[in-house]
Every structure is written in C-alpha cells, then in structure tokens.
C-alpha cells in the first residue's frame, strides 16, 4: 500500500451520527411540513424542497468524501469522477425538468387531456 | 497477472511500470469500480430526472407522498408517514459504517474485525432488502381503493371531513355480473384474465348514491396557507364525476393504481426495484468476499483492498437511497 493507514474509526463514528440527524432533521420537517417553509418559493421551488436538496448533496458529500474515502484520494481521480458526475447530471436535469414543464403548459392551456 | 492480484506474497503493482506508478494514484480494480459507479451513477440519474420529468408534467396532480406510504409494522389503520422509509434510511446507512469499519479493519489486517464487520453488513443489507418487500407488498396491496373515469383521472371517496374512506364500506353487493375466467373455462387466450376488483363500476356508484354523506377527491392539489391538499369535489359535483367511472382501481399494478397518477407507480416499482436489485447484488457480493476473508486470501495476500472495492459499491448503493428517499418520500 502506497500510502499509511491510521485508524478512522473515531471520524466513522461521527460522520455517521452527522448523517443520523440529518435524516431525523429531514424525517421531522418531512411530517410536520411547515407551512412558512412550503408556502414561500424561491427560484420556482418551495424552501422545503430547497432544504430537502440542500440536506442531501451534504448527505451525499459526507458518504462520498468519508465513507468512501474520497478524501484519501489524489485530486485528479477525485475531479475525474465527480465532475462528469455533476455536469451531466445538471445539464440532464435542466433539459428535462424544462421540457416537463413545457408539457405542463401545453396540457394546461389545451382541451387535450391525454394521461400517459 | 498484470492487472489483478491474485497470488499470495505478491508485491507487485497492479499497473505495469514499475512501483508507485500508478494513474490516478489508485490500483487498478478500484479505478475501475470508481468508474463503474460514475457509470451507474448516471444511469440512476437518468431514471431520477425521467421521474422528475414526468411530475413536471403532472405537477398539479400527482400523488402526495404523505397520503401514500403510511403503513408501519404492527401499527394497523395507524396512519404513519416517513416513519418506516426513516427506519429503513438508518439501516442502510448504519450498514455503510459496519462497511467503512470493516475497510478500516481490512487496513490493519485484523481478519476477525474484517468478518464480523461484513457480517454485520450482510445483515443490514437483508433486513433492508426485506423491509423494502414489505413496502411494496403495501404498496401493492392498496388501502381504501379508487375508481378511474374515461378519461383516465381517479377518483377517491371521502366522507364529510375529508377523511378517506375504503371502497368496502359503502360499495354494495349487486347480483353477479361478470365472471372471472378460471383455467378450466379459458380459451386459448383469454379476454377477461386481468385479476377483477372486489366490486364492479356499478357496485361503487350504487353505493355512492346510497351513502350521502360520501364526497369524491380529486387528484388536483390545491394549496390553502401552504398545506398541500387534494380538491373534494362537492356532492352535486362528485355525482357527475362518478358517473363517468370505468373502473374499480384496487391497489398498484404497472396500468393503473389507486394512488393517483399511473406513472407514479410505474417509476416506483422502477427505481426502488432498480434500487432493491443492486442491494440484493451488493449482498451477494459481500458474501463471496466474507467468505474470502474467512478463508484467508486476503490474509495470504496481506492486502484487503477487495474489501475497499466492495465497500465503495456498497456505499454506493446507500448513496443512491438517499436520492430515492429524498425524491420519493420527502418532496
């Protein structure tokens, strides 16, 4: 092994805990749903769902960058999985959520109705 | 023997080249699963973008998620959302750092840590294959039962105080009309073999118009101070609606589903079934490997990097839950 291994344990053990309240955060905003949160939109999203996304990529961070030991790794293995990763994921979703959306209106202002 | 380690007492590098040349700064193997993940991080990202295309659609009526998954062991008519998904989050995530202890273990070369930590992992990844068996088995199953109309919307019942309201509570036994087509009197295909609801068309609306005190749900949401809520049509209204029902919708199936609309079951037996298939193979996988390390090969090897590869898949697959939990449960 090219490089010394010291115990994480100690690290494993909090970010566990750090994703254990995350969830539990998520899961009682999940029930609850607070209405000053769902009632206001920012950027066409509602806050909720703004802190639900928010929360997950940090969830997501820690089980990469920890779990999986991406903080171990060089940089150029790190940069070479994750911005595919990031820039095809953002340009799918753009193009999809756009088009979905666009359907949407042409339903809407329509006599079509057709559930597919 | 160039690209994988497989003899004991091997000190070579994966790569050729000589030591400490290595791309990217990792073996061989574990580029290659990094690459897999990022392969399969996208497929995943393509079903997930599909769902959130098809909510876009119908983003004014699709189902609210709260209202769909509230069933938890041994709480019978309790309503309780997100409690169980929750539950099944923690084992998953509580799996990934029997994992990560296992890997760390592995570093040390304690073989007895590395097994009991992969067992544990083994465990969790049952249990979480198992509760999400249940989940769909509720899913599958239904509760109260809907009616679609022609045009393909659905229908709920409601009593006065929007509470819902089960199809075998006011549906009534009319003499029978259709029957089901058993083996013994098929033909060699058979028209009317899709299992049948408990009640026709014609039960439900004679029922309906039995209990007054009955209302129809809609599938439109509306949003009053911020709470998310679908529209109850009033009774003059859902009389109407109810007379163009075509069929009696009993739980969830690929065509249609009582939850609302019927893409919304299709991408959730897809991509949990999508999900559940890579943690029953990541089961897999780790058994093999536990009995690796039960047998010593890492041991000989005095390297348990095929326990790291393991666990990056394993993390993976946790990974990609907390995307489905988010999508599907939460927004």
Avoid: C
């Avoid at chain 2, 041991?299 to 990609?320: A, N, Q």
């Amino acid at each position: 092994m090219s490089h010394e291994h010291v115990s994480n344990t100690k690290r494993i053990w909090f970010v566990f805990a750090l994703l254990s309240v995350v969830t539990t955060v998520e899961v009682i905003l999940g029930i609850y749903k607070p209405a000053v949160l769902e009632g206001n939109h920012f950027v066409g999203l509602n806050l909720l769902n703004w802190i639900f996304y928010i929360l997950t990529v940090f969830k997501a961070y820690y089980i990469v960058w920890a779990f999986m030991h991406m903080e171990g790794e060089k940089s150029s293995l790190r940069w070479s999985v994750v911005s595919p990763v990031i820039f095809l994921v953002l340009y799918l979703l753009f193009i999809l959520l756009t088009e979905g959306h666009y359907i949407y209106g042409v339903f809407k202002d329509s006599t079509i109705k057709w559930n597919f | 023997m160039e690209a994988t380690v497989t003899t004991a007492n091997n000190n070579e590098k994966t790569w050729g080249g000589g030591d400490d040349i290595q791309p990217l700064g990792a073996s061989y193997g574990k580029m290659m699963m990094w690459f897999f993940i990022v392969s399969d991080a996208l497929t995943f990202s393509g079903f997930l973008a599909a769902y959130g295309f098809s909510r876009f659609k119908f983003i004014e009526t699709w189902p609210l998620a709260d209202e769909v998954f509230t069933h938890f062991p041994f709480l019978h008519g309790v309503a309780a959302p997100m409690y169980y998904v929750a539950l099944m989050t923690f084992i998953l995530i509580f799996s990934s750092v029997t994992m990560v202890l296992a890997v760390d273990a592995g570093h040390h070369l304690k073989k007895t840590k590395v097994a009991i930590y992969m067992f544990l992992t083994i465990i969790g990844g049952l249990i979480f294959v198992g509760s999400q068996a249940w989940e769909w088995k509720n899913f599958i199953k239904g509760e109260y039962g809907a009616v679609e109309t022609v045009g393909g919307s659905l229908l709920q019942f409601v009593d006065k105080d929007g509470k819902r309201v089960a199809l075998e509570e006011f549906a009534v036994k009319l003499p029978e009309q259709r029957e089901a087509l058993t083996r013994a009197k098929a033909k060699w295909f058979m028209e009317d073999a899709e299992t049948q609801p408990t009640y026709t068309v014609a039960e439900v609306q004679a029922g309906f118009k039995v209990h007054p005190e009955l209302l129809i749900r809609t599938e439109q949401i509306i949003e009053t101070n911020g709470k998310k809520s679908k529209k109850v049509l009033s009774r003059a209204e859902s009389e109407s609606r109810l007379s163009s029902a075509k069929y009696v919708v009993e739980g969830a199936n690929l065509t249609r589903n009582e939850y609302g609309s019927k893409l919304f079951a299709d991408f959730f037996f897809f991509i949990t079934g999508f999900h559940g298939f890579h943690v029953f193979s990541g089961v897999i996988i780790n058994i093999i490997i536990f009995f690796n390390v039960l047998l010593g090969t890492y041991e000989k090897r005095r390297s348990y990097e095929m326990v790291e590869k393991v666990g990056l898949y394993w993390h993976f697959v946790d990974l990609v839950w907390v995307f489905v939990f988010t999508v599907f449960y939460l927004v």
